[in-house]
């Protein structure tokens, strides 16, 4: 498989604090990677590196064979359309209806007639499986319904790929594992390559085709869910059991 996110030594302080110490990753096309790791350890930084939202001290992101921190405004701009971000907390505006939260994207950025956006709207928000809930208020919905809301407006302008920033936090047991299930379907039947950032394991097992652990700045293991569990790292097989200190 062609490597479509690759991620070179990456450094990135923020007033004398090293977060990044040489993270470097590939993502090949197709995959989910997860990105496990203690809370404030640089995973959602990682993710705003990829988008271009940071640039790094040093270091390479490179996505679709384009140099992130390169690009010119404009392609920077194109190079996002290709990218879904499902944030933490989902990040949905109160003052918007659904429909007009999954639009968001589509109004602002591509030249769209609004018979077209609504179809697009309805179609995704069916992809996550939330018909008819187009007219609803923010407010309305469960944190669940939010979280798929989310999804489908990161689906809105058909990316290549989706990034999802701890998908499952502050979600009951049962919900949380309808969000890792929709994850895995809308991998199957979209193809769309993936990179979860989560601190939770079970989630983690769910969906994820390779699991990186990041530590200390750097990416400390790479492997397989069932790597995961037989590694020797002590490290891992303490953040991955869920005991002692390290």
């Known amino acids: 498989m062609l490597v479509m996110i690759e991620i070179e030594n990456l450094y990135k302080s923020f007033n004398g604090n090293d977060v990044l110490k040489g993270l ?3 993502v090949k096309e197709g995959e989910t990677v997860t990105v496990i790791g203690r809370s404030g350890c640089g995973k959602s930084v990682l993710l705003k590196h990829i988008i271009g ?35 933490q907390g989902s990040a949905l505006l109160d003052s918007l209806s659904v429909a007009e939260n999954v639009a968001l994207g589509l109004t602002e950025n591509k030249r ?33 319904m939010k979280k798929r809301v989310a999804v489908a407006r990161a689906l809105a302008a058909n990316p290549s790929y989706i990034l999802y920033d701890e998908p499952t ?6 919900t949380a594992r309808t969000i890792n299930e ?5 991998k199957r039947k979209l193809r769309i390559t993936g990179i979860v950032v989560t601190h939770d394991m079970e989630s983690a097992f769910y969906v994820a085709d390779r699991i990186a652990m990041l530590h200390d700045g750097t990416i400390i ?26």
């Not at 790094?56 to 879904?84: A, C, S």
């Not at 956006?117 to 469960?142: C, F, H, N, Q, Y």
């Not at 936090?169 to 049962?174: F, M, Q, S, V, Y």
């Not at 790479?222 to 953040?239: A, H, L, R, W, Y």
């Open 169 to 174: 936090t502050a979600l009951d047991p049962i």
């Open 221 to 246: 293991f790479d492997g397989t869910p069932m790597e995961v569990q037989t590694t020797s790292n002590p490290i891992v097989q303490c953040f991955v059991k869920g005991g002692g200190e390290y």
């Open 182 to 186: 929709l994850i895995l379907t809308l």
């Open 112 to 144: 769209i007639s609004s018979d077209r956006i609504r179809e697009i709207v309805k179609g995704k928000l069916s992809l996550v499986e939330l018909e008819g809930v187009e007219d609803k208020r923010v407010s309305e919905l469960s944190g669940g």
């Open 24 to 26: 470097s990753l590939k």
């Open 53 to 87: 939202l940071l640039i790094p001290d040093t270091g390479d992101v490179w996505i679709d064979g384009q140099n992130v921190k390169t690009l010119p405004r404009n392609e920077l701009y194109k190079l996002r359309l290709k990218i879904g971000v499902v944030f």
